[in-house]
C-alpha cells in the first residue's frame, strides 16, 4: 500500500513545528486547505497521533453538510468528550466558571438552530476559557475535519478562540475543502 502522506512533508514538517510552539505555550492554528479526496483528512489523522505521541490530550469533530444548521454542533463534538470525562481535575474545571456556558451545549432543549448573540459570546468565552484551563493541565490539539460544513456558531466561537492562542498550549488543525473550479464557496 503506497504512503497516504506522500509528499507531504512540507505539511507535516510545519504541523510538527505549531505543535512544538503550542507545547512552549505559544498556540498554533493550521489549516489543511485543498479539493475534496486530496488527503486532508489523514493529514489531521497524521497530526493527531504526532500530538498523541507528544502529550498532546486531542480532540475531534467533523463537519457535516447535513448539520450545518445545528447550531455549535462542532463545539459540541469537541467539547462533549471533556464535559463527561469522569476524571476529578477535569470535572472540577468543567463545574467552576464559564464552562458552563458551554456544559449547556449538551443540554438537550439548547438544541436551536440559531443561538442570540448575547449566548453566542457567553459560549465562545466558555469555550476558550474552558479549552484554556484544561490546557494547563496538558496541552490540547483540537482537530476539524471538514470545515467548510461548520455551523457559523461554531466557526465564530473558533474564531474567538484562534485569535487567542498566544500563551496557551492549544494547537488548532483545521482542514477545509476548497470549492471545485466554478462553484462558489
Known sequence: MADP??????????AEEALAAATAGEGRLVVFEGPSGIGKTRMLAAV???????????QESRGDELEIGFAYGIIRQLAQPV????????????????????????????????????EASSVAYGFHWLVRELAEQRPRLLCVDDAQWSDIASLR??????RRLDGLSIAVALAVRTPPEGEAG
Open 83 to 118: 464535559l463527561r470525562d469522569p476524571d476529578p481535575g477535569t470535572r472540577a474545571v468543567v463545574a467552576d466558571g464559564p464552562g458552563a456556558f458551554v456544559a449547556a451545549l449538551l443540554d438537550p432543549k439548547q438544541l436551536t438552530a440559531d443561538a442570540p448573540p448575547a
Open 48 to 58: 493527531a497521533a504526532l500530538a498523541a505521541g507528544c502529550g498532546f490530550e486531542v
Open 5 to 14: 502522506l506522500l509528499q507531504r512533508g512540507n505539511e507535516l514538517a510545519l
Open 157 to 162: 466561537v473558533l474564531d474567538f478562540l484562534a
